[in-house]
């Protein structure tokens, strides 16, 4: 069902890794705030993936409302959300370390912390998809 709690956090996450990037900065350096949609011009690979793997998760986050009619799908997929999140949050905690610190004053700014929020919003969603299953298992055990 789509008017469920776990659309609206999946909605949300979505929002988050699909939309904020563009609001908020990763980082900020001397020269300028630098943003997610901003790496893509990089000439480093891993500073590339970054913005892609932010715009897969959001993508990802959005199909998995429509997938409601197989929960079970929906939870897994939820878990490949999930699993994507963590890796884009490794890859931004290794950047961040690498950035030059000493010749180039660098502050870390409030977009590193995207991942954990949409974590969060996806873990409650597959929290509310396992209740909802766990409600259709029980009324299916009583006819």
């Known amino acids: 069902m789509i008017q469920r709690i776990q659309t609206l956090y999946l909605l949300f996450a979505s929002?988050?890794?699909?939309?904020?990037?563009?609001?908020?900065?990763?980082?900020?350096s001397v020269k300028k705030d630098v943003f997610a949609i901003d790496l893509i011009a990089s000439d480093l690979l891993t500073l590339k993936t970054i913005p892609i793997l932010f715009i897969i998760s959001a993508v990802v986050a959005f199909v998995t409302i429509f997938v409601f009619k197989n929960r079970k799908l929906q939870f897994v997929i939820g878990r490949i959300v999930i699993l994507i999140n963590l890796i884009l949050l490794g890859l931004l905690i290794y950047v961040s370390l690498m950035l030059p610190g000493e010749l180039v004053i660098s502050e870390k700014g409030i977009g590193m912390f995207l991942p954990i929020l949409a974590i969060l919003l996806v873990v409650l969603a597959n929290k509310a998809i396992k209740k909802d299953e766990d409600l259709v298992k029980s009324a299916d055990r009583l006819r």
């Open 15 to 28: 929002a988050i890794s699909g939309g904020l990037i563009f609001v908020f900065d990763l980082w900020d």
